[in-house]
């Protein structure tokens, strides 16, 4: 059975909404995506005309819901947002083995682990956030691979809320813990991959990413990264090292958890992905991308 886990607050919710859409995040989307009715319709119909006529991919789906995903990843921009309908079908193609026969309830030992979480709930502007905690990773007892595996099966579950699609997410990456052996696991391929998830590779915006605790370890890990970042990502990031107040200032303590200055208690990776199996429409979702759908009690 899922822990239970008490909190005050009464906005924590471990589900997605796939249908809704409030006005305050219409009202985003067309001020900053230039997402209108009338744009939607022509921006999805010119990119499926791309896709049949250049024929550089064949997308798992071809439906307006699942293109528009790609359109609001690149406000509306239908030549950026069909460069980053092939680099994901790329991605996909060259990293099956983060997709096939990967049941998301068998990562549960990263939450258990306290590596890797997404809240169940939003912050204060409606975005969801994850949470690494890189220096609580144990190489020893599993390939970075495996970290892989947990964040697409994140991403991919969070790119099914249309909110997440215009809001895009927070990242906080923890750094305490860090070791010279964390860094050597860190080599280009895997900084490559990483960006690919970032940047390049993947229909969901990063709207910041808050770095807390970093040392020189993380200096030498940024260094590899650094050059591969465009303008537009070393602008979202902020470095706070154990300053929480510095955090705060982006996001309110009421929705971070205590470890952070917040209010919130812990909550478990494994619960989060054990309710979400049991929802029909998400587990018809993640079927079609290659995931495997058992519930464990």
Not at 111 to 119: F, I, K, M, W
Not at 222 to 249: A, C, Q, T, W
């Amino acid at each position: 059975m899922p822990t239970v886990v008490k909190d005050d607050v009464g906005d924590v919710e471990a589900n997605l909404d796939l249908h809704t859409v409030p006005d305050d995040v219409i009202k985003y989307a067309r001020e900053k995506l230039h997402e209108t009715p009338e744009n939607k319709v022509r921006a999805i119909q010119e990119l499926r005309d791309m896709v049949y006529e250049r024929g550089d991919v064949t997308p798992i789906r071809i439906d307006d819901a699942y293109l528009l995903r790609f359109l609001r990843s690149r406000s509306f921009k239908v030549e950026s947002a069909y460069r980053l309908l092939v680099n994901y079908g790329i991605f996909r193609e060259n990293n099956a083995h983060f997709y096939e026969n990967v049941n998301p309830l068998d990562l549960g030992f990263l939450g258990d682990a306290d590596v890797v979480s997404v809240l169940p709930y939003r912050e204060q502007n409606g975005r969801r956030i994850m949470i690494y905690k890189l220096g609580k990773w144990k190489p020893s007892d599993y390939h970075i691979d495996e970290l892989f595996k947990a964040s697409l099966a994140i991403l991919e579950l969070g790119m099914l809320e249309p909110r997440a699609q215009i809001l895009g997410g927070v990242v906080i990456w923890d750094l305490a813990g860090l070791t010279l052996n964390h860094a050597w696991q860190i080599t280009p391929t895997v900084a490559s991959k990483v960006i690919e998830l970032m940047v390049t590779s993947f229909p969901m915006k990063t709207a910041a990413i808050h770095i807390v605790n970093e040392s020189r370890i993380f200096d030498m890990i940024f260094r590899v990264f650094k050059p591969l970042l465009g303008k537009r990502y070393r602008e979202i990031m902020f470095f706070h090292g154990d300053d929480m107040e510095s955090l705060h200032n982006h996001i309110d303590p009421k929705y971070l958890p205590e470890i952070y200055g917040g209010i919130r208690p812990h909550y478990c990776y494994k619960d989060w992905f054990r309710t979400l199996s049991r929802n029909p429409e998400i587990v018809r979702e993640m079927k079609e991308l290659g995931y495997i759908h058992e519930v464990y009690d």
